[in-house]
């Protein structure tokens, strides 16, 4: 799916108007609908709705909202916020059709009192939508405040008023929500965890803007769906043979650190990869073959006696679980690269490697894939950027500059291609912050990348079966208790959903 920015959902919302046709105030009553049926279905009719309307068309959805919710049964208090002598034409339409129906409406300007606010109360949040174009200020930044502070449950309208959509406003004065119901497209800012605590938990309605159009759209940002996770998933067919799938090799390991490079082996054999061997120092030999015996396993005795396959004949390697950056995991590390040149994925140790030495980067093969969590990428970039949407840029240039794939880890993970594109997971929970989860993820994408997926399609299925198999974890374990092995065992369980 895409993530179009704010100019574009403009000219979407006008084109649509042009030439579905549509009235604008049609649409207007379309996406309000939209709104009114997901709230009524969330949220229980005892409580008082106070929602909150400024004078654009954000405001207009929020009166027409106003009088479905009245009319689905809920109590409804309408604040206007008059911070313009006049609103837009939709907004003045919905303000005649509601002045029929006995709701309370208060305006509010520079001299009124703050509404009182309490725990019976739901905030619905529809002063600014994706027409903000500064910072809040005067009145309407002290009222953003109080509501903010207030106790009531807080629900905004396509977007937190005081966001912006695509770039960053150092601004304090933006409004807090518990959730946000967006319309047709999830928006750049919702991607980024610093905006969580504005935007809360988030989800998108269809409202039937032009598929052609959006078709057309140029964009570098994508959410990431299963429709998209179906149409790149490689089906098995009846005559393959385990060669088919690849053979991978999982390198890493240091002392007390075995159980990484066990979770991202295990992982890579449930991924589906043909065979799969762990390379891992001598003392880890034991554990990995009691731990994995479906893998191989070399340690630094067979490589001297050169019984092992040479790295170059692998269908990929993952290298950096739990591997140290000592002496000899860098030397091991620039032995592998100086072998082999089929693109690799760098995790995790190996990532810090080459913060440490970044003349390395320029041995890392093109179409590798490096899978940092933040606090590794600062390192990898030395830290040049002061906020998450510079940090994406910083992303993006350096994937574009060594032509590799970076995912940076998080709750919406973003992947971001050679070519420039953006593409954010969608799947996955807070239980999935627990340690080796990121050895897994290597694990999957490893086993992926031996099965001949392009590098870009085996990290973008990569997360998303990481994720979504961490959802059938914690709807087993719970979010608490689930552990890294966990998201192993339901790889299962999200194949078969992509599949079905
Ligand atoms: N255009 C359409 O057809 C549709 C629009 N929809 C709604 O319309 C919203 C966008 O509406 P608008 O474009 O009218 O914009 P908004 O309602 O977000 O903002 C209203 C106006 O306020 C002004 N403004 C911007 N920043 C300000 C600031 N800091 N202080 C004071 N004034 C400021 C701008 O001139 C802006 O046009 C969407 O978020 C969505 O909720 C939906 O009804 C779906 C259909
Ligand atoms: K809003």
Redesign the pocket.
């Known amino acids: 799916m895409k993530i179009i920015n704010a100019e574009q ?2 000219q979407l ?2 084109y ?2 042009e030439n579905e046709p549509i009235a ?1 105030i049609d ?2 009553e ?3 609908l939209r709104f009114s049926e997901w709230f009524s279905n969330k949220f229980s009719s005892q409580k008082t709705i106070k929602i909150f309307a ?8 929020g009166l027409a909202v106003a009088r479905m919710l009245y009319q689905n049964r809920y109590k409804v208090e309408v604040y206007i916020i008059k ?2 002598d006049t609103g ?1 034409i ?2 003045h339409k919905n303000e005649k059709r509601l002045s029929k129906l006995p709701i309370k409406i208060i305006r509010l300007d520079e001299n009124s009192k703050h509404p009182e606010l309490g725990e019976q109360d739901i905030i619905i949040d ?1 002063i ?10 005067g009145f ?1 930044a002290c009222l953003i405040q109080h509501l903010n502070d207030s106790a009531a449950l807080k629900v905004s ?3 937190p008023s005081g966001l912006f959509c695509d770039n960053f406003n150092a601004d304090e004065n933006i409004f807090r929500a518990d959730h946000t119901l967006s ?1 047709q497209f999830p928006k750049l800012s919702f991607m980024l965890p610093q905006n969580h605590v504005y935007v809360g938990e988030w989800a998108i309605k269809d ?1 039937g803007l032009h598929k052609e159009k959006i078709e057309h759209l140029p964009t570098s940002f994508f959410f990431i769906d299963q429709d998209y996770i179906s149409s790149i998933l490689k089906t098995r067919k009846k005559f393959d043979h385990k060669g088919t799938y690849g053979h991978a090799l999982l390198v890493g390991g240091s002392y007390g650190k075995i159980g990484a490079v066990v979770l991202a082996t295990k992982a890579a054999l449930r991924s589906g990869a043909g065979l799969i061997s762990a390379r891992v120092p001598s003392f880890g030999y034991t554990i990995l073959q009691s731990n994995v015996p479906e893998a191989m396993c070399i340690t630094e005795q067979n490589e001297d006696e050169n019984t092992h396959p040479p790295f170059d004949s692998f269908s990929s390697i993952g290298i950096g679980p739990g591997m140290g950056t000592d002496a000899n995991a860098q030397s091991l590390f620039i032995s592998i690269l100086q072998q082999i040149n089929f693109p690799i994925v760098v995790d995790a140790d190996a990532i810090n490697l080459i913060g440490k030495y970044p003349a390395l980067m320029d041995l890392v093969p093109k179409g590798s894939i490096l899978t940092p969590h933040p606090k590794e990428f600062e390192r990898l970039t030395s830290g040049k950027y002061h906020n998450q949407y510079e940090r994406l840029e910083v992303q993006r240039e350096f994937a574009k500059e060594y032509e590799v794939t970076v995912l940076v880890k998080g709750a919406h993970s973003s992947i971001a291609l050679p070519s420039g594109e953006v593409y954010f997971n969608s799947t996955g929970n807070s239980g999935m912050a627990t340690g080796g989860s990121g050895d897994v993820l290597t694990g999957i994408i490893t086993g992926l990348l031996a099965q001949s997926y392009r590098p870009e399609y085996a990290t973008i299925l990569g997360v998303y079966l990481h994720g979504l198999a961490g959802d059938f974890a914690a709807k087993e374990k719970s979010e608490t208790a689930m552990i890294a092995s966990d998201i192993i065992n339901n790889l299962g369980e999200a194949y078969k959903t992509i599949l079905s």
Not at 54 to 61: E, I, L, R, S, T
Not at 128 to 135: A, K
């Open positions: 959902t403009r919302d006008q649509t108007i604008s649409l207007m379309r996406a309000s400024g004078m654009g068309n954000n405001g207009g959805d911070y313009s837009s939709d907004f529809a600014f939508g994706s027409g903000l174009n500064r910072p809040i200020r309407t309208i396509d977007i319309f409202i």
